[in-house]
């Protein structure tokens, strides 16, 4: 099997035999990111007469939780990987009825690789070897420290059918030239891919001039493309093709050599024209919702490419992440290092942004010099205040039965008190989310980080309310753990295991009405005293009411926008190219705000660094400095700002830590494709429900910054 044959042991089926668990593939090639979800496929063998599964495996807090739900013709199912160890049992059902099980002792086999969650994961479409091998260095290369994993599947066929089973994946690489089934393939898989790429995925779409039918309007491809296809082009000369790459070797198309063909796309109208060979695009670049289609009109797999000197520097211009790069957005400083942040604990952004969620106003935390203090007063009275009251006061030492369980039930009360005063009696919520919508395509998602303060012991069902709290439906929800990336303490990478047993819970896999899988999180077990983070992802329903006339001048944004919510948006501002336009007032409902008098303009640079003159004489005098970036910083609104424009921000140079974990919340690749994003906040967005129940009094906070992608014309 192509994805690879996990699990080479063999388990007991309940009836009593025994089933090979080489007939199981996991993820891409067998590569797992811990904590994202990834594809599980099992043989019709080992899942025969099965209409369901359940596997039971261990979260990133290392609790078992049990993931189940339907098998696809594929006998596909997706589950999230917490921990590199520990025991995998799975069931395979028909009709609520188990029908066999086996048990896998220890996940971590020699056969099975499991990659950091803040891995760049690329899947190339491909059955080329030597273009596996040209991308893995061009990939880790462009990525400058970043972990890169790069894997290849030779068919179609073996791809997942279902949006969910994406999402481990950075960039898919589809080069049809090389793979006999894409005219056969799903169109459940196409569609998945579109969904995807509107989440914020990035695809590359090779192009081969002998398949014309598979990116002809109909064709199986055509959906993929930032444009239309009709006709094949002929390319006489290469002398534009080598200006792009930047080459002054060996000719691609020599006097003497036959034109090359290609396919020759119009372009529509959001799109980016990179590279041309006279007036037929060679590559092109389109937004679609909040990700990236790039197209390369010619087959990058071409003998007489491959051939060329200068194929690898080709290569590293279609994968290009940064080609659009701003002239003035802030650039990593060479200074800067993960070395300074170990102290923190943690080397993503997630792992600070979760810092102050973890942190309740209604919870306080007892000095250790005070509880030292009663320790000390408790040994005192017992040992020597019981001993000398009896002695000397009462002169009856045989009342210390009297006495002593006195002192013990005194300074039990005392704690008891103690803690009833420090800490809240119900159930506490910290949320932050960022809502997005595409206001051309109609594109919208939102992803809520919570955290759960238990005051006691508890098992409890968690999902959103229908609604968000300004009217706008809530559809699909995966509702699931949050696992913290690196392996530092806690850290899902961390292969210490702590020994403890814990209470498991249920992650049920259903199909949602309007298509994709719902997720929901049953029976959690909430510890005494202890918090509980969560990620929530869902789709949101766009807002009807926006009008946009913006346009570009001068490389400045101008014109017109109305905010379409009818709530009020607090703090806006909209970030444009190199520019960032500091809005003056809220935006009020059904109001339209002319950006030439309503904003302030920044540049990039000085409003994600914090640009500020650095003051003094001499040299110094007039000039400005970034303000670095402080690894204990807790505003949530500040951490939000460079993880949804990482990049753009100088990214890990800057910062110091990665976000690879939520690489697809960055748009900065939507700057890059001239899309202008309002940033904003709203007083509240979805909520939570626990047991079926809303808890708006539970919550300690919440905050919703919403994004708004707006249709920029370009005069």
């Not at 056969?184 to 989440?199: C, G, M, T």
């Amino acid at each position: 099997m192509v994805w690879l044959a996990v699990f080479s042991i063999f388990g007991a089926l309940s009836a009593g035999a025994s089933a090979n668990l080489d007939d199981v593939s996991l993820g891409f090639s067998g590569c797992v990111k811990l904590g994202h979800w990834v594809p599980i496929r099992f043989s019709p063998k080992l899942a025969i007469d099965s209409d369901s599964y359940a596997i039971t495996i261990l979260d990133g807090d290392q609790s078992p939780v049990t993931y189940s739900g339907p098998l696809n013709d594929q006998g596909t199912g997706y589950v999230r990987f917490g921990k590199k160890f520990g025991d995998v049992r799975f069931e395979f059902l028909n009709d609520g009825e188990v029908k066999s099980t086996c048990r896998l002792k220890d996940v971590n086999t020699t056969n099975l690789s499991f990659e950091n969650s803040t891995a760049l994961l690329t899947v190339v479409l491909s059955q080329r070897d030597e273009m596996l091998s040209k991308l893995k260095s061009v990939i880790a290369a462009e990525a400058a420290g970043d972990e890169t994993l790069t894997v290849k599947v030779s068919a179609a066929s073996l791809l997942p059918h279902d949006a969910i089973g994406w999402r481990s994946v950075n960039r898919l690489i589809i080069s049809p030239a090389s793979v006999a089934d894409l005219n056969d393939a799903d169109p459940r898989l196409i569609e998945a891919l579109v969904d995807w790429v509107k989440s914020g995925g990035d695809l590359i779409l090779l192009g081969d001039p002998q398949q014309i039918e598979l990116f002809q309007p109909g064709g199986n491809l055509a959906s993929l493309i930032p444009g239309q296809i009709h006709q094949i082009s002929q390319m006489k000369t290469s002398r534009d093709l080598e200006r792009f790459v930047g080459t002054s070797r060996k000719q691609l198309i020599g006097r003497d050599d036959a034109p090359m063909p290609m396919l020759l796309i119009a372009p529509d109208g959001n799109s980016t024209i990179v590279a041309a060979a006279g007036k037929a695009p060679i590559l092109v670049r389109s937004p679609k919702g909040f990700g990236r289609l790039s197209f390369c009109a010619i087959n990058l797999e071409d003998d007489r490419l491959v051939q060329w000197p200068s194929h690898l520097g080709l290569i590293e211009k279609v994968i290009a992440a940064n080609d659009q790069l701003t002239n003035q957005s802030a650039r990593a400083d060479p200074k800067r290092s993960t070395a300074g942040l170990a102290h923190s604990g943690y080397t993503d952004l997630l792992g600070q942004l979760r810092v102050p969620l973890d942190d309740f106003s209604t919870v306080r935390f007892l000095p250790f010099t005070l509880i030292a203090v009663l320790i000390t007063l408790y040994i005192l009275c017992v040992v020597v205040g019981d001993y000398f009251f009896l002695k000397n006061v009462l002169r009856k030492m045989e009342l210390t039965w009297i006495t002593f369980p006195l002192l013990v039930l005194l300074f039990c009360g005392l704690a008891w008190g103690i803690s009833k005063t420090t800490r809240p009696s119900q159930l506490q919520v910290n949320q932050m989310e960022i809502l997005d919508f595409g206001l051309s395509d109609g594109a919208s998602q939102g992803t809520a980080w919570v955290n759960l303060y238990a005051p006691r012991g508890e098992k409890v069902d968690i999902d959103l309310a229908s609604k968000t709290s300004f009217g706008l439906d809530i559809g699909q929800q995966i509702v699931s753990w949050q696992g913290l990336p690196g392996d530092g303490l806690g850290g899902m990478a961390n292969e210490v295991s702590t020994g403890f047993k814990r209470l498991g819970y249920r992650q049920t896999l259903s199909h949602a009405p309007g298509g994709g899988m719902n997720v929901s999180l049953e029976q959690l077990p909430l510890q005494v005293a202890s918090t509980k983070p969560l990620l929530i992802e869902y789709e949101i329903s766009s807002p009807k009411n926006f009008s946009s006339q913006l346009s570009i001048k001068r490389d400045r944004l101008q014109g017109t926008f109305k905010n379409p919510l009818n709530v009020p948006v607090y703090n806006g501002k909209i970030f444009f190219g190199d520019y960032v336009y500091l809005l003056k007032k809220p935006l009020l409902p059904d109001v339209v705000t002319l950006i030439e008098s309503a904003a302030q303009e920044k540049t990039l640079r000085s409003y994600l660094n914090r640009r500020a003159a650095k003051g003094g004489q001499g040299n110094d005098a007039g000039r400005s400095q970034n303000r670095p970036w402080d690894p204990h910083e807790k505003s949530l609104t500040r951490i939000a700002d460079v993880m949804m424009f990482y990049q753009a921000a100088g990214g890990q140079g800057y910062t110091g830590l990665s976000n690879g974990y939520h690489r697809a919340i960055d748009f900065s690749r939507l700057l890059r494709l001239g899309q202008a994003v309002l940033v904003g906040q709203t007083e509240t967005g979805s909520q939570i429900r626990v047991n079926g129940q809303e808890v708006s009094d539970h919550y300690d906070s919440n905050i919703t910054m919403v994004r708004m992608v707006l249709p920029v014309t370009n005069n």
